[in-house]
């Protein structure tokens, strides 16, 4: 027991920069342990903590499948979007066919259906009943049309818009349309619903930030004698915010996990009735679950919304406290 | 190992806890503060130990200007003290080890070295036994001498104890006087605020008297008489 007079410098000083690595990492593991003992210590508060924490993220993560799962039906619409694309009147049959043959080769044009004006007339006489007055005009009033399926993947306005765009610019091509209004309009409401999403998201994180940060100021609360006997005896901020941050950490790794155990517990109920769903319209609609890139996303936004909750509140709370 | 040149205490609010303190003492050596409740006994080993900052003078320990020691470096210059209270301030949520460690783990030994130190600590203030107790089952006296291991685990060349008998009868406090002068044998400068004048009287050591902040009389002192 005997002291050391140069104490100040074996600590500060004359430690090599290995040593003190060591020092950092065994005193990091130290904490991270510490905190985790700390949770399971409480379980039941840890876990209602971590609960309130899972089902914050798991709300706007199951809303994010939600959306997920609209669009992807949406894509399966992608087909029913065609172009028509009406001729010029003095465009005859072999134009129109070679037109046709051309454009199927574009790389942004998946099919192209040829309608010519004889088909289109036939088509008309049976399906509007105007056989006699279409008798007594002497030339074919329709134009021949061509059907255009649009090639890109994923619907998109804009491609839909630039080939449309393009189609009007063919010198043969009198007019190109498609249900734009209809494109338009399931656009705006994904759009708004996105919007809502990501608002959600941005609550339902600010409000795990308050959760994490306030159980964090109990904790440095419930600590407070232990802080100050820790600081009296030469311990740095940094040693004593640590197990804290790390139980923010703990706190968002949990509810990360509980998170996402709802959602997939959530899926494999609907799984049933989204099925049969899809039957009844024969769809080949399958539900869309979380990746394992989601899963560790969702996780990992926990994990930082616990670090940056335990670290404000460390901030604030910690520094107050000065031994007496 | 302790100077203090014309140091004066004001707490906000105008309260002059020390005027114009004088004081040295030497390495290695053991001494007592005393004076009644507010006489500034407190404050004295407050501000050596930078708990508190002085409003004017100048105070040395161990080498170091306390001025010159910003908010950051403080932890690294506590780590040279060791501390006791009359209150003793143990953690009831953890063992009489873990209590004592706590000074090696800020520090950052390693495992084997908390433990070795640990239980040599303990061992000698007789408490090697109760190593796995929590403090709160443990008597006043027993209390106080984990509080000792605690203070001298970490070898600080400086103890400062603020009343480390206050709560204890009379033939423990006496024991408790001989741990402190047996870590002093070995070198360990001690500083101890206590009121109990008739104990300390018996120790035979430098008595500092404070009353109303100021330095009354220095038994067997002959350095600060300037």
Redesign the interface.
């Known amino acids: ?5 140069t ?2 410098a074996e ?2 000083r004359k430690k090599s920069f290995r040593s003190l690595l ?3 990492l ?2 990091h593991l ?1 904490a991270i342990i510490f905190s985790l003992g700390q949770l399971c210590r409480n379980p039941i508060a840890s876990f209602l903590t971590a609960s309130v924490i899972g089902i914050s993220l798991a709300l706007p993560t199951g809303f994010f499948i939600i959306l997920e799962n609209t669009r992807h039906i949406t894509a399966g619409w992608e087909g029913s979007v065609e172009i028509t694309a009406f001729l010029k009147m003095d465009v005859d049959d072999n134009a129109a066919r070679k037109l046709a043959s051309k454009l199927a080769s574009q790389s942004d044009i998946a099919k192209v259906d040829l309608v010519t004006r004889e088909q289109a007339l036939e088509e008309y006489r049976q399906l509007s009943g105007f056989t006699n007055a279409l008798e007594a005009l002497d030339e074919n009033p329709l134009p021949s049309l061509l059907l255009i399926k649009p090639a890109h993947g994923e619907f998109s306005e804009k491609s839909a818009e630039e080939l449309l765009n393009k189609l009007q610019a063919v010198p043969e091509i009198e007019n190109a349309q498609y249900d734009q209004q209809w494109v338009k309009r399931l656009n705006a409401i994904i759009g708004i619903v996105q919007r809502i999403v990501l608002m959600l998201a941005v609550f339902l994180g600010m409000a795990v930030l308050i959760i994490i940060g306030n159980t964090i100021r109990m904790l440095i609360y419930h600590r407070r ?2 802080i ?10 940094g ?1 004593i915010q640590r197990p804290f941050l790390y139980s923010g950490f703990w706190y968002g790794i949990f509810g990360g996990i509980i998170a996402w155990a709802l959602i997939t517990l959530s899926l494999l109920l609907l799984q049933e009735p989204a099925d049969s769903l899809a039957q009844l319209y024969t769809s080949n609609f399958k539900l869309i679950g979380l990746t394992i890139k989601d899963a560790f996303l969702l996780i990992l936004s926990g994990v930082l919304l616990g670090l940056i909750g335990s670290w404000i509140s460390v901030q604030r709370h910690l520094r107050a406290i ?3 | 190992m302790i100077r203090f040149a014309n140091v004066h205490m004001q707490y906000p609010g105008g309260i002059d806890a020390l005027r114009n303190i004088n004081i040295h003492i030497e390495q290695g050596a053991m001494a007592f503060v005393t004076g009644r409740s507010g006489a500034g006994k407190s404050t004295l080993l407050r501000l050596i130990a930078l708990i508190e900052r002085h409003t004017r003078g100048q105070i040395i320990v161990n080498g170091q200007n306390l001025e010159r020691v910003r908010r950051n470096r403080v932890a690294l210059f506590r780590r040279n003290i060791g501390f006791m209270f009359q209150d003793h301030r143990l953690l009831n949520d953890r063992t009489v080890f873990d209590n004592v460690a706590l000074p090696l783990v800020i520090a950052g030994h390693d495992h084997q070295e908390v433990k070795k130190r640990v239980q040599a600590a303990l061992d000698k203030v007789g408490l090697l036994s109760k190593q796995k107790s929590i403090p709160v089952t443990l008597s006043g006296g027993e209390q106080q001498r984990v509080g000792i291991a605690r203070a001298v685990v970490h070898r600080p060349a400086l103890l400062l104890a603020d009343e480390p008998t206050g709560n204890l009868d009379p033939a423990l406090s006496w024991e408790i006087m001989c741990l402190f002068e047996q870590f002093n044998q070995v070198g360990v400068t001690i500083l101890i605020a206590s009121h109990d004048l008739e104990m300390i009287k018996r120790m035979r050591k430098r008595i500092i008297t404070l009353r109303e902040g100021r330095t009354l009389t220095h038994i067997s002192d002959h350095h600060d008489k300037k």
């Open positions: 027991m005997k002291p050391q007079q104490q100040t600590y500060g060591e020092i950092w065994l005193q130290q004698s232990e100050e006997v820790a600081k009296l005896f030469g311990a740095t901020d040693f000065e031994p007496v």
